[in-house]
């Protein structure tokens, strides 16, 4: 069974730090590219950061960059996103995804690619 599970969110102050984690399982993860993606509440869904199979190639959001960082250890089949300066703006069920098209991306969906659970973040005071 192909499974995605994000852990790592939670509650954080602003201008505070999370990790967020994506274990993968039931695929050659080393093949796949990873992105993660972002539902804040009442809103739809915005792409965040992507990196390709290798780890070479890596893509962010505006609204993140130079805030977060995606990486990926494939012998672990793993994905990360660490996620500095953090806004209440940031506040957002953050999902791990794989994708069959790299960055931009106008239009994304549960039903497109495979996806984990996701993890709630909350920037809050």
């Known amino acids: 069974e192909v499974q995605l599970v994000e852990s790592g969110g939670g509650l954080v102050q602003p201008g505070g730090s999370l990790r967020l984690s994506c274990a993968a399982s039931?695929?050659?993860?080393?093949?796949?590219?990873m992105s993660w993606v972002r539902q804040a509440p009442g809103k739809g869904l915005e792409w965040v950061a992507a990196?390709?199979?290798?780890?070479?190639?890596?893509y962010y959001a505006d609204s993140v960059k130079g805030r977060f960082t995606i990486s990926r250890d494939n012998a672990n089949n793993a994905v990360y996103l660490q996620m500095d300066s953090l806004r209440p703006e940031d506040t957002a069920l953050y999902y791990c995804?794989?994708?069959?098209?790299?960055?931009?991306?106008?239009?994304?969906?549960?039903?497109?690619?495979?996806w984990g659970q996701g993890t709630q973040v909350t920037v809050s005071s």
């Open positions: 995804a794989s994708f069959n098209a790299p960055p931009p991306y106008d239009f994304l969906s549960k039903n497109l690619g495979t």
């Open positions: 990196i390709n199979s290798g780890g070479a190639d890596i």
């Open positions: 039931g695929f050659t993860f080393s093949n796949y590219a």
